[in-house]
């Protein structure tokens, strides 16, 4: 038995909000809408992982997801137009990350990073 893939999950009454963050700054696409949940992904070949943290790294608190993009510029200037305030970075970690952390719209922590 292999585990094919891990989901996050997260509540709320307002799905609609994921769509200006998630689509059209993250570029996910709208995957599902059945009124009740809302789906974004990617048809990108992902790893299955999941990680458990005593903090985020560089003392900054643990992130709620974290989310490795392609072009992390292109990314900073989507948040930045769209006013997402940066709540940590950009910076470069000692551990090979480029990586800034917003809050999505549900008030969630969102470590965007890209390997270097």
Do not use: C
Request: proline share 6%.
């Amino acid at each position: 038995m292999k585990v094919k893939r891990i989901v996050a999950n997260i509540e709320t009454q307002h799905t609609s909000k994921a769509r200006p963050f998630y689509e059209k700054i993250l570029g996910l696409d709208h995957l599902m809408d059945h009124g009740f949940i809302a789906t974004y992904g990617s048809d990108e070949k992902m790893a299955v992982q999941i990680s458990f943290l005593s903090e985020g790294g560089s003392g900054t608190p643990v992130p709620d997801l974290s989310i490795e993009v392609d072009n992390l510029d292109e990314v900073l200037t989507r948040i930045k137009d769209n006013g997402v305030p940066i709540v940590y970075g950009p910076t470069t970690e000692p551990w090979g990350v480029r990586r800034f952390y917003v809050r999505d719209p549900f008030g969630k922590l969102v470590n965007i990073l890209t390997h270097l």
